[in-house]
């Protein structure tokens, strides 16, 4: 318990640190990588003051001038955090709209990224919309294609993925980086009661999926192919787990 509030602490206080730097980048379209970068150095920090190690296997490294479509797994309210110090690129999040309405951080995801509310079939349809015109601008696209925290026994998935990703891939004819987070669900569990548990965050980037020369009626190719590829990560570190 006592480590859940010593993160606790240092996630808030961080964080309202470096809000008013990240207020100002806010403010004009063309200032927002710095912001973006904000977030990456308010990461990095966090990790470093709770004495937590991220350890990434890059088996392929993105390239900051690239345009990418970034799929990882989504078992724990930690991803956002750990995607935002293991991918460099410039890149918007496609997150739920409740996010919005946690004080500074939901200011911030307002203005720096793509908000949708799945129960509204209209925001969907807009997040679509805004995530391939994201695209189409050289920016990159960050995405839980699970949509939100809803597979029942991590480490296995929420199957099917939603459409929304490969639908913006395809569209844009840019390569999906499948991402697979191995432990976070042990870290910080979805639970009713909060708790954080050390142990060194562990991760894999996958080589990237191209999508040049495919149609929407690849979708659902797609989806598997990127499904298996991150589920065959968290399977063997599952069985690494158990064999030790």
């Known amino acids: 318990m006592i480590y859940t509030i010593w993160c606790g602490f240092w996630f808030l206080a961080l964080f309202a640190v470096l809000f008013p ?3 100002i980048f806010l403010q004009r379209e063309e200032w927002k990588p710095y912001a973006h970068k904000m977030n990456y ?5 966090f990790f470093w003051v709770i004495g937590m190690p991220v350890r990434v296997e890059y088996r392929f490294r993105p390239d900051p001038g690239q345009t990418y ?42 203005k720096l990224h793509i908000q949708v509310d799945r129960s509204q079939a209209n925001s969907r ?16 696209i960050m995405i839980f294609p699970e949509g939100g925290i809803k597979a ?12 929304g990703a490969f639908t ?3 569209q844009q004819q840019v390569p999906i980086v499948p991402i697979a987070l191995l432990n976070n ?3 910080f569990p979805d639970k009713k009661k909060l708790r954080m548990h050390w142990q060194p965050i562990r991760a894999v980037v996958h080589p990237p999926i191209e999508t040049k020369g495919l149609t929407q009626a ?16 968290l399977m063997n570190q599952s069985a690494r787990v158990v064999v030790n």
């Open 218 to 233: 690849d979708i659902e190719r797609l989806k598997e192919e990127t499904y298996r590829v991150i589920d065959e990560s």
């Open 168 to 170: 913006m891939a395809i």
């Open 69 to 110: 479509v970034f799929c990882s797994n989504h078992f724990s309210y930690l991803d956002i955090a750990v995607m935002g110090v293991i991918i460099r690129n410039y890149y918007a999040f496609v997150g739920k709209s409740a996010i919005k309405r946690a004080p500074f951080f939901g200011y911030m995801f307002a």
């Open 41 to 45: 150095v308010w990461g990095r920090l």
């Open 125 to 140: 349809a807009y997040s679509l919309s805004k995530g391939i015109r994201t695209l189409k601008s050289g920016r990159s």
């Open 21 to 23: 730097f990240m207020f």
């Open 185 to 187: 669900h042990e870290i």
């Open 152 to 163: 029942k026994h991590p480490p296995k998935m929420f199957h099917p993925f939603k459409d």
